[in-house]
């Protein structure tokens, strides 16, 4: 099992930035890609993007293309996302995740595709 802490939350004014981290332990070759993903209130959760552990290719939503960018450090173990230009709609609690699924037809971006969930971190963004 994978086990994912998130660290960097807190709250910006629309516009601004914020980068996010996630410590991940356990993780062994059987690791196959890592995401973030994020739940506002009343919504599901979303995939927000996802990379490949060895190949680094990476995935975004339509919703944060541009903006965000999802990079892996396989020596420190953590995977961050940089989040610029954000919008209220970016509001949401943010989970880091991990997937030991070789293939999984639903796309990195999909929740079902993952295994191991960190506890989330609140971005808050103030217009």
């Known amino acids: 099992q994978v086990q994912l802490v998130e660290s960097g939350g807190g709250s910006v004014q629309s516009g601004g930035s914020l980068e996010l981290s996630c410590a991940a332990s356990?993780?062994?070759?059987?690791?196959?890609?890592m995401g973030w993903f994020r739940q506002a209130p009343g919504k599901e959760r979303e995939g927000v993007a996802a990379?490949?552990?060895?190949?680094?290719?990476?995935f975004y939503s339509d919703s944060v293309k541009g903006r965000f960018n999802i990079s892996l450090d396989n020596v420190r173990n953590t995977l961050n996302l940089q989040m610029g230009t954000l919008k209220r709609e970016d509001t949401a609690m943010y989970y880091c995740?991990?997937?030991?699924?070789?293939?999984?037809?639903?796309?990195?971006?999909?929740?079902?595709?993952?295994?191991?969930w960190g506890q989330g971190t609140q971005v808050t963004v103030s217009s």
């Open positions: 356990g993780y062994t070759s059987a690791t196959y890609s």
């Open positions: 990379i490949y552990v060895r190949a680094h290719g990476t």
């Open positions: 995740a991990a997937s030991r699924i070789l293939r999984c037809t639903d796309g990195r971006l999909a929740a079902r595709c993952y295994t191991d």
